[in-house]
């Protein structure tokens, strides 16, 4: 049974730092590209990352780009987002997400169709 499992997040003030970690089991990661997702109250569910299956390709939406960085460790089975420069509308609930086929396979822009397997989530709050 394929689970993964999103921690670090938490509340901050704008402008600090959070990395999220997403661990994974019931699947060998690198066969699968891993992507971040966030969901802020009444809105929906939008990209904010990806990376390919080895680690090499990456692919950001423009809100973070420069600011967020998507890393995965294959022999932990473990992928990372490191999030700097935080701001009050990065506030959301953050998702990963798994997929076996890589991200140069994926429609751009990346939607959350494009992932079959997903985390439960995990809250960021920044304030200003």
């Known amino acids: 049974q394929v689970q993964l499992v999103e921690s670090g997040g938490g509340l901050v003030q704008a402008g600090n730092s959070l990395r999220l970690s997403c661990a994974t089991s019931g699947l060998i990661l690198r066969w699968y590209a891993m992507g971040w997702f966030r969901q802020a109250p009444g809105k929906e569910r939008e990209f904010v990352a990806a990376?390919?299956?080895?680690?090499?390709?990456?692919y950001y939406a423009d809100s973070v780009k420069g600011r967020f960085t998507i890393s995965r460790d294959n022999a932990k089975n473990t992928g990372y987002l490191q999030m700097n420069s935080l701001k009050p509308e990065d506030t959301a609930v953050y998702y990963c997400?798994?997929?076996?086929?890589?991200?140069?396979?994926?429609?751009?822009?990346?939607?959350?169709?494009?992932?079959?397997?997903w985390g439960q989530g995990t809250q960021v709050t920044v304030s200003s």
């Open positions: 997400a798994a997929d076996p086929k890589d991200i140069s396979s994926m429609n751009i822009p990346i939607s959350k169709g494009e992932f079959d397997y």
């Open positions: 990376i390919s299956r080895n680690g090499y390709s990456t």
